[in-house]
Nanobody, 124 residues
Framework: QVQLVESGGGLVQAGGSLRLSCAAS????????MGWFRQAPGKEREFVAA????????WYVESVKGRFTISRDYTKNTVVLQMNSLKPEDTAVYYC?????????????????WGQGTQVTVSS
């Protein structure tokens, strides 16, 4: 089993920044993808970003390109989502997810493990 715990959410003004962290524990895989998704009330869960096992490949949804950065911190066994220039439409619960495959996936059902979510609210 893999356990994922997100932290770092909060309330910020438009144009501000937040840094989300996802701490992983339990079973690990030699090749897997870590992703971030978000879900606003009444909306479907949406792919935001993902990173490969090595950290050498990164993927982003178009709406966050140039503003969000996904990275890995190997010393802390975490994946980080740095969010800059936040907009009100970024408001959602953000979830960390793990996929025990090397290939990218952009839909929630392709990920096997999920954190509990952390709320991000951006005021205008």
């Amino acid at each position: 089993q893999v356990q994922l715990v997100e932290s770092g959410g909060g309330l910020v003004q438009a144009g501000g920044s937040l840094r989300l962290s996802c701490a992983a524990s339990g079973r690990t895989f030699s090749s897997y993808v870590m992703g971030w998704f978000r879900q606003a009330p009444g909306k479907e869960r949406e792919f935001v970003a993902a990173i490969s096992w090595s950290g050498g490949r990164l993927w982003y949804v178009e709406s966050v390109k140039g503003r969000f950065t996904i990275s890995r911190d190997y010393t802390k066994n975490t994946v980080v989502l740095q969010m800059n220039s936040l907009k009100p439409e970024d408001t959602a619960v953000y979830y960390c997810a793990a996929r025990p495959r090397a290939s990218l996936a952009r839909v929630p059902h392709e990920y096997d493990y999920w954190g509990q979510g952390t709320q991000v609210t951006v005021s205008s």
